[in-house]
């Protein structure tokens, strides 16, 4: 990722956009973060937010009339956030001051016309930028226009805001003369550039044609004049905007000042439309709080109930439904910032690596997204750069991509036409998961579909390679893919029909020439087998995998298919175009165990109905954590043995192979009626496992055949070690890029095992 990828990337994220209120002010208070503290009754917090933005703001923050609560979002469920009355309250409940910083000196000198609040804020931004400044007041006492104009300012509150101006160094010259021309033309060699306080215009007397054909005009922004050393501003109505003109005025007088671009970069000077959203789903219209007393403003009791009232807007939408994105405490934007650091760096720890590899790819992020942010093509990427580069570390998607070579292996691919035919005018694909979770219904599935389908369908079991595309191992993938398209083609490029939602999108953008179809949609054509309906259960809570998220004709059918068992369903909160992932999908499981089991407790707890899922690892997910989940063909093709079906366990890993080998073999046998030779002679080690210690190792994705493979090594004359007090061994084998340790005794039926455990550091004898 360049920096203009980067850039790219973080302005899709509106996170940090402001919220309304903020955006709407003239001189961008942040309102959001000031009401939250005053939620709290942090007053004093409060007020050092409102102080950051707003100059004088013990003067400003008593007469501020809120223009931006005209935009509150709050306004939209209610009544808005009476903004002012809270800037009022704060103002008088805070206790303390808010402290000023100047830089450096600056030899330019300044003069301000005037104490009406525009030419305050020029003495006030600019003082603190390092310049003289000098405010004449051609009166006796500066300010006074403000208490003329404003009643809630007494004398005293004024003279306390211009005494910081003092301290900072603003020199105030009060009855000055002040009349056109005359008063430039002596102070031209003392200042380097003036401002003209128009709301303060009267009492200064000074004669200004606005018109634009008039030898005195104002740039409406820069608030510069027909002179260049002269600045204006302030004639407007309200109080806040006075302020900002002001404020705009400093800034221009600023880079005037240094000979740079007065207008670059200040687009979103004054108020702009954000991009922020905040969904009010769910949010209850309520009044605004009344005042006991109007006169005197809210008390502390009353400002706090008002800003409890605030919506604190943000978006946030991704992280609110994904635990991935919560779980490592922050939002899209900062995690690309965080994405791209990590990429950039050559030596060293890259910490960002379990971001990177945990997200599941599911695009939930997306679907919700208000500006289509993917997080899971962003994480794609890296995962792609980081391979490409050799900087992705093995262990992170290792097994899942050894268990996908299995599936490519000779222990489970077939590739076959219907038996007794030449050709296939279908194709069927279970794909690795089904198979592995539920042999017999691929079995009774497949029998069900040639029979249906005229007798000319042919099988394929193999892995569709997503595993691969998940780690971002491009090569892989594209062999695996190529691996089955030489056999589809091979069988005559029959329709495919695919029983995994994840193979089916695969598929489908990867291969669009190849023609698939869901299995589901495939079975509400051609009809189902006979059924005990009497027997189905309901409502069932209905799970739909991630994949389909942009395959609503596979949920529908999914849906009819229910129907026609006579199961009532429920819609869980997020289904359909916002379905939830199980946390197997993207590797999730491999790279965040931990991670990946809060998801799916999380989806587990959004019903206490029992589910039905159509995919089989979302099933085996779901019974994992101890929720009773049906899969779809445990309604089709019921195993009597099997009384609740809802309570299957997930088989382990070490099953999930076993039940992929066996199945080929029981088709081959029953099927094509052949024999397919025996395993590697470790097979045939007979071990016995308590269920802890079984757990453990399925935990540890340490597979049986791999404590075979050590203890085979060992009573073969391989190294071992002996424990003097319990008899038992423990010997260290290494059959692929992982080293595992195997504590075991012998006993009567073959090889008792007591725990296990790996790594990826490789044992050297002497």
Known sequence: ???????????????????????????????????????????????????????????????????????????????????????????????????????????????????????????????????????????????????????????????????????????????????????????????????????????????????????????????????????????????????????????????????????????????????????????????????????????????????????????????????????????????????????????????????????????????????????????????????QRGKMPPTAHEFALEDMAFSLGEDFFLARHAPGMGESSHLFFPGCQLSASAPGQVEALYAHLNHALGGRVGLMLACCGAPAFWAGREADFDRALAQWQHHWEALGKPKLIVACATCHVVFQDHRPEVPVQSVWETLAEVGLPPIDTASAAGPLAIHDPCTTREMPHVQVAVRRLLDQLGVSIAELPFSGEKTECCGFGGLMQNANPVLAREVIRRRADLSGYDYVAYCAMCRDSLAAVGKRTLHLLDLIFPDRRIPDPATRPRPGWSARREHRARLRTDLLDRWWGETPSGGPDYRALVLKMAPDVRERLDARHILVEDVQQVIARAEAGGPKFRHPGTGRFKAAGRPRHVTFWVEYAQCEAGFEVFNAYAHRMEVHGP
């Open 1 to 387: 990722m360049d920096q203009n990828e980067l850039r790219q990337w973080e302005r899709r994220c509106i996170q940090e956009e402001p919220p309304a209120c903020a955006a709407a002010c003239p001189i961008h208070v942040d309102v959001r973060s000031f009401v939250g503290h005053l939620q709290k009754g942090r007053w004093d917090q409060g007020w050092q937010t409102l102080a950051r933005t707003m100059p004088l703001a013990g003067l400003v923050g008593r007469i501020c009339d809120g223009p931006c609560e005209a935009r509150c979002k709050r306004g939209e469920a209610g009544d808005p956030i009476r903004i002012a009355a809270l800037e009022q309250a704060c103002v008088r409940l805070a206790r303390s001051e808010y402290r000023v910083t100047r830089l450096p000196g600056r030899p330019k000198w300044i003069a301000v016309l005037g104490s009406g609040l525009s030419s305050l804020t020029v003495a006030w931004d600019l003082v603190r930028k390092g310049y003289g400044v000098t405010l004449f007041e051609p009166g006796d006492v500066p300010g006074a226009v403000l208490c003329d104009a404003h009643p809630v300012l007494t004398p005293a509150i004024v003279a306390a805001e211009l005494a910081s101006l003092r301290t900072l160094g603003v020199a105030f010259e009060t009855g000055t003369a002040v009349h056109g021309q005359a008063f430039f033309e002596d102070r031209r060699d003392r200042f380097d550039a003036f401002y003209i306080g128009l709301d303060a215009v009267a009492s200064l007397q000074w004669p200004l044609d606005r018109g634009a054909r008039g030898e005195f005009w104002i740039d409406t922004g820069t608030q510069a004049t027909s002179r260049p050393e002269v600045f204006a501003g302030g004639d407007v109505l309200s109080t806040i905007w006075r302020v900002a003109q002001g404020r705009w005025a400093a800034t221009s007088i600023d880079r005037f000042l240094q000979n740079v671009s007065m207008t670059a970069g200040r687009e979103r000077e004054g108020p702009y439309d954000t991009l922020l959203y905040t969904s009010l789903t769910n949010v209850v219209a309520q009044p605004a709080v009344p005042m006991a007393d109007a006169k005197a403003g809210y008390s502390e009791s009353e400002a706090m109930a008002e800003a409890a009232r605030c919506l604190i807007c943000q978006c946030l939408e991704c992280v609110k439904v994904c635990p991935y994105l919560e779980n490592f405490g922050a939002y899209p934007r900062k995690y690309v910032r965080e994405i791209y650091n990590n990429e950039s760096i050559v030596m060293g720890s890259r910490s960002a690596n379990l971001l990177i590899n945990s997200c599941s790819l599911c695009g939930l992020c997306e679907a919700v997204c208000p500006e289509d942010f993917a997080m899971q093509d962003l994480c794609l990427q890296a995962r792609r750069s980081m391979v």
